[in-house]
């Protein structure tokens, strides 16, 4: 018998999340399904199944993590072949049997902030504003009242710029629910001038109520999960394939915003 951990990448934009639920479409229904088709998991009770992060709807991954025990050793493009088109496993580790998928090192996320069409946001006032949310702060506010535990410790928040389109990388130990999506709310109304910089360290006080709307999830991304001592073998077969199979994605994309956008300037004669 060995521990092995597994890092999953996956458009989430037609799955309901990643967790498991009856009847619905799900990153872990699928990946389940699949491993035990390759009799890599026979009795899913007992081989101590975990998993990293559970992703709302519409949310991606490039770096999710699952560990499991197992008596097979898992052949990485045969399970890849049973998945569909739209999960792919990256990489692979052999993983001590005490290892705790969810206690991870640091986790790292991006948001993918488009302005097209918008007045410009104030990147200064936004970078001011992402240095206060760094360091361990109880982040309640952020997430729902009934969190247990609202301490976090928030790592780095950096923002880069490319035209309009604005990088939000969040970095740190855990996150709570739709934590880092208002994060980058809070950051796009001070970008915008609906908040003031200072009004941020109103939020990290749990007597004051808050309410952030959440950004959307099909922006944002789970990049990677990093573990001490812990080094994932990449499969170049495997990211080569999941490259290819988000080309083929972006130029359906493409296609149909130029269809939509063809459509709306025949309704409105522009």
């Not at 597994?6 to 009847?23: E, N, S, V, W």
């Not at 699949?34 to 770096?63: F, K, P, W």
């Not at 990088?167 to 208002?182: C, Q």
């Not at 083929?248 to 149909?256: A, D, K, P, S």
Request: glycine share 6%.
């Amino acid at each position: 018998m060995i521990r092995v951990a597994l890092k999953i990448a996956y458009m989430g934009t037609d799955f309901h999340g990643f967790q498991r639920q009856p009847g619905l479409r799900t990153v872990e229904n699928e990946l389940l399904g699949a491993l035990e088709d390759a009799r890599v998991i026979e009795n899913l009770g007992q081989s101590n199944y975990s998993i990293a992060g559970r992703t709302d709807r519409g949310v991606h991954a490039l770096g999710n993590v699952v560990s499991f025990c197992t008596r097979k050793m898992p052949i990485i493009n045969q399970i890849n072949d049973i998945l569909p088109r739209d999960i792919m496993i990256l990489g692979f580790a052999h993983v001590p049997f005490g290892f705790k998928t969810r206690y991870a090192n640091r986790r790292h996320y991006r948001y993918i902030l488009c302005n097209v069409n918008e007045e410009p946001l104030d990147i200064e006032k936004m970078q001011e504003a992402a240095h206060l949310m760094e360091g361990t702060h109880n982040f309640i506010n952020f997430s729902r009242r009934t969190e247990r535990n609202p301490m976090r410790r928030v790592d780095s928040v950096t923002i880069t710029v490319t035209n309009q389109t604005y990088l939000i990388d969040v970095v740190g130990e855990s996150f709570l629910w739709n934590m880092v999506r208002k994060m980058v709310a809070v950051l796009k109304s001070v970008g915008n001038g609906e908040l003031n910089v200072d009004e941020i360290r109103k939020f990290f006080k749990p007597q004051y109520t808050a309410a952030i709307t959440p950004m959307p999830p099909e922006s944002l991304i789970l990049m990677d999960v990093h573990y001490k001592h812990v080094r994932f073998k990449e499969n170049e077969y495997a990211r080569s394939k999941f490259i290819q199979t988000l080309s083929e994605e972006f130029l359906n994309y493409q296609r149909m915003a130029a269809a939509t956008a063809e459509m709306i300037q025949s309704l409105t004669g522009d």
